[in-house]
């Protein structure tokens, strides 16, 4: 096989292949092997007619298609490796000349990988910020551990205030007709948790228990459902229970139900040491992401639409096996935020893009600095991994493997170490105090 790449302007190029005689054969064994499995031919069993007779009756030119199904994709695929491109698209595939006999000749219109120009990444200086745990923070922590032990009891005579958990009916009318999906009896709202639109729950304030009233309000520009962007609404509303958070009071007994500790003193102790730790990685994460993102503004790359697509379609499907795990679904996030699949798509399109970038500059630098990964630090993340999961290490290993995602460790790996690199070189004067 002869393969040739000839670049273009900006990131395509034609990639040249021609394939020689004996796997054009090849592949017509194949698809003959294919087709007459599927012939009828009188005087012969199915998928035992000769190959003669069967080119004969239908001609070797039926055979062409299929044939060129099976030779392609493997030819394609050397070809990709000989000339050391890297596809992030699939190809636009001429066949330009396929016969019985003689090469198979094709030409693939290909967009590759950009090429990254980068600037300065080494002795990069990251802006100091206070990592310190604050006192208010300790509280804060405290005082949400609090009104998670909080019980709710049943107000009968005073009027609902933000926090309470308010259970009522409502239905919704725009210009007076109700429309589908606002109408629900016995819900759960707890007011000022933002889940419904803006206006709605402020308004529930003041309501006592049996009382009705017509909440007025307007879908925001931006809600899920399109026929009622922008427009005014009417709920009427009637309450039937409301719910307040009795709190424990902060003291030794609370500790002893919530710790180990004995003591509201030693509890916060705690609190402060594992704030502590959460800073920790805090920083550290705060330094990768600021000389990645430094080095990434310093290089010049122009970045394929396609590869921004891929990135953010791979976004939205972990964001949704995220609702997956808890119960839901892009619609039911949309009923609940108002936010719809098109917005969620418009607000990750910027980190989707800024993703590729630093991934485009972080393999640019790893190749620049020779950052290599060898057998025994997959291993070693192989076993770091199976320890983490509590199975056996060849399981691991055989997952990976079986999935093709072998290659994609050893990638991130790579990631890992450049930002490190990264890192050791970068100016930081952040500090956990």
Do not use: C
């Amino acid at each position: 096989m002869k393969a040739s790449w000839e670049k273009l302007e900006k990131n395509e190029g034609i990639l040249t292949v021609e394939v020689d005689e004996q796997q054009v054969a090849k592949a017509l064994d194949g698809a003959f092997k294919k087709v007459v499995a599927k012939v009828n031919v009188p005087g012969f069993r199915k998928g035992k007619v000769p190959r003669q007779i069967f080119e004969a009756r239908f001609g070797v030119e039926s055979l062409y298609q299929d044939a060129i199904d099976i030779a392609l994709p493997e030819a394609y695929m050397q070809a990709v490796n000989e000339t050391g491109i890297v596809p992030i698209d699939r190809p636009e595939v001429d066949v330009e000349q396929f016969g019985k006999g003689e090469p198979m000749k094709f030409t693939a219109k290909v967009q590759v990988r950009p090429e990254v120009e980068l600037g300065e990444y080494k002795g990069l200086e990251i802006e100091e910020k206070d990592f310190s745990v604050k006192p208010e923070e300790v509280e804060a922590e405290l005082e949400a551990m609090q009104k998670r032990q909080a019980e709710l009891v049943v107000v009968e005579d005073d009027a609902a205030q933000l926090g309470d958990t308010v259970q009522f009916d409502f239905e919704g009318f725009v210009d007076g007709v109700a429309f589908e999906g606002g109408k629900a009896e016995n819900h759960s709202l707890e007011l000022g948790s933002g889940q419904f639109i803006p206006g709605f729950e402020d308004q529930m304030v003041g309501l006592k228990k049996d009382e009705e009233k017509d909440i007025e309000v307007t879908f925001p520009e931006d809600y899920h459902a399109e026929e009622l962007k922008g427009k005014k609404a009417v709920f009427n509303v009637k309450v039937h229970e409301i719910k307040r958070k009795n709190l424990p009071e902060l003291d030794d007994e609370f500790a002893k139900d919530v710790s180990e500790f004995d003591t509201l003193e030693e509890y916060k102790q705690d609190i402060e040491k594992n704030l502590a730790h959460r800073k920790e990685h805090e920083q550290e994460h705060y330094i990768q992401d600021s000389v990645v993102e430094k080095a990434a503004a310093n290089a010049k790359v122009e970045i394929p639409q396609v590869m921004i697509d891929n990135e953010l379609e791979q976004m939205v499907s972990d964001f949704e096996n995220r609702l997956r795990m808890q119960g839901m679904n892009l619609e039911m996030y949309a009923q609940f935020t108002g936010q719809g699949e098109d917005q969620l798509r418009e607000q990750m399109k910027g980190d989707a893009e800024k993703r590729v970038l630093n991934q485009l500059v972080l393999d640019a630098i790893a190749k620049a600095e020779n950052v290599e990964v060898g057998d025994e630090e997959v291993e070693a993340e192989l076993e770091k991994l199976a320890e983490q999961y509590k199975r056996p290490v060849d399981e691991i290993r055989g997952i990976f493997t079986s999935e093709g995602n072998l290659e994609s460790l050893k990638q991130d790996l790579i990631t890992r170490k450049t930002i490190k690199l990264l890192v050791e070189v970068s100016k930081s004067n952040t500090e956990v105090a």
